[in-house]
Structures are given as C-alpha cells and as structure tokens.
C-alpha cells in the first residue's frame, strides 16, 4: 500500500516514526476531518486508509499547514493499523529503527547471579552483556546456568526492532509467581544473534549481583 525510497524518520517522543511523500503512497486516503494536534507539528487531518477492499479508519494523518515546511507533503501512516513494515527485504518490529541506536553484545566471564526473594534463580560465569542504547545494561545467561525448574512459560511475547520477538517466563519463589521475570530471544535479529537462546531476568524487579557485588535496580 505503500513503498518508498525517500521516508522521513520523525521523532513525536522517544521512538521515530516514518513520514512517507505522498507519492509514494499507492492506497486511498479517505479523509475524515480533524486529526491530532502536535504543539510542534501543528494541526492534522486524519483520513481512512483503503486499499484492495480493506479499510484502516484514521490510520492516517497528514499536517497540510505544518510549522515545519517539509512535512507538509507527507503522510504519517499509523504504525499498529499496518499488516507489517518492511525496510528493504527484512520486516521491521515495534517501530523504526532509530539510527542512533546502537546493540552491543560481549561475552563474558564475570560471575553474575539472579535472586528473586532471596532464591537464587540463576548463577553464571559466562553471561553475554548486551548493551543497547538508552537502556539498562542485561545479563543473559545459558539455560543450564539457570533453574528453569521455578521459570513458568507465560503467554506473553514482545517485539524489539533490533533483537526480534521474545518469549517470557513468570519465576516461582517460594509461594509466589512473579509475572513475566525472565524472557529470550529464540531467534534474534542478525545485531543480537548472541544472545539466541539465553535467558534474562528483569532487573528492574529483582537482585543481580556481579562478581559479588549487588546492582542497582534501574529507575
């Protein structure tokens, strides 16, 4: 419904999203009237997407009378409202990627161990550390390094653009579950590939120690 080789990446929060030249956009825009109001983009007109029979109600925005003159003759597609979005052959997740973001994976040898409610769920001297820009540093761990014996399969999956689609686990500590502790990346993106397989616990909602020393939870 839509292919072009001049997107704009515009950034509305921490995220960009893709503005494409109308042009370059093959489906019909129906227009419905207001759309949102951006304090620096200006006011929108939203419009229903329709192609092939299928219909995408405000899926749609266009800022005709922007502030900023160059997006005035683009079109800002909804991202969730689309089957999928391809950069060249390979499927893009979540949101574009930003290109200053960069994912960083290195093997290691320092002595990590995770605890939930003081039960240690899982102690390893050979962690991959991945490093992604703008977020907390995470350990991931060999299977056999971890009791997956307390991890129980959760229902719940996410999608990064740089790693790829995830699985997760809730941990049992004693009598209580926590919900969605663990997760890994099956088969990540070509950037994370090392990290393919292991697990990783959620720091932010328990204990990590590195070689001994306890790590502050990220904020």
């Known amino acids: 419904m839509a292919d072009s080789l001049t997107p704009w990446l515009v950034w509305e929060g921490p995220y960009p999203a893709y503005y494409l030249p109308l042009a370059d956009v093959r489906a019909e825009l129906i227009e419905e009237g207001p759309g949102r109001v951006?304090?620096?983009?200006?006011?929108?007109?939203?419009?229903?997407?329709?192609?092939?029979?299928?219909q995408a109600p405000g899926a749609a925005l266009r800022y005709l009378d922007s502030p900023v003159e160059e997006l005035r003759g683009l079109v800002?597609?909804?991202?969730?409202?689309?089957?999928?979005?391809?950069?060249?052959?390979?499927?893009?997740?979540?949101?574009?990627?930003?290109?200053?973001?960069?994912?960083?994976?290195?093997?290691?040898?320092?002595?990590?161990?995770?605890?939930?409610?003081?039960?240690?769920?899982?102690?390893?001297?050979?962690?991959?550390?991945?490093?992604?820009?703008?977020?907390?540093?995470?350990?991931?761990?060999?299977?056999?390094?971890?009791?997956?014996?307390?991890?129980?399969?959760?229902?719940?999956?996410?999608?990064?653009?740089y790693k790829g689609q995830a699985e997760y686990w809730s941990v049992r500590a004693g009598d209580t579950v926590h919900k969605d502790l663990a997760w890994s990346y099956p088969t990540p993106l070509p950037e994370s590939r090392d990290v393919a397989g292991l697990v990783c616990f959620y720091s932010e909602k328990l204990d990590i120690y590195v070689d001994g020393v306890l790590q502050q939870r990220p904020g």
């Open 76 to 161: 800002r597609l909804d991202w969730n409202s689309m089957d999928a979005w391809f950069e060249e052959d390979e499927e893009v997740h979540v949101h574009p990627r930003s290109p200053f973001v960069r994912v960083d994976v290195l093997a290691s040898s320092r002595q990590v161990r995770v605890e939930v409610d003081g039960v240690t769920v899982a102690e390893s001297s050979s962690p991959r550390i991945l490093f992604e820009t703008g977020m907390p540093t995470r350990y991931y761990l060999p299977k056999p390094d971890v009791r997956m014996d307390l991890l129980e399969k959760s229902e719940t999956g996410t999608g990064c653009p």
């Open 38 to 54: 951006s304090s620096s983009r200006g006011a929108s007109t939203a419009y229903t997407v329709k192609v092939d029979g299928a």
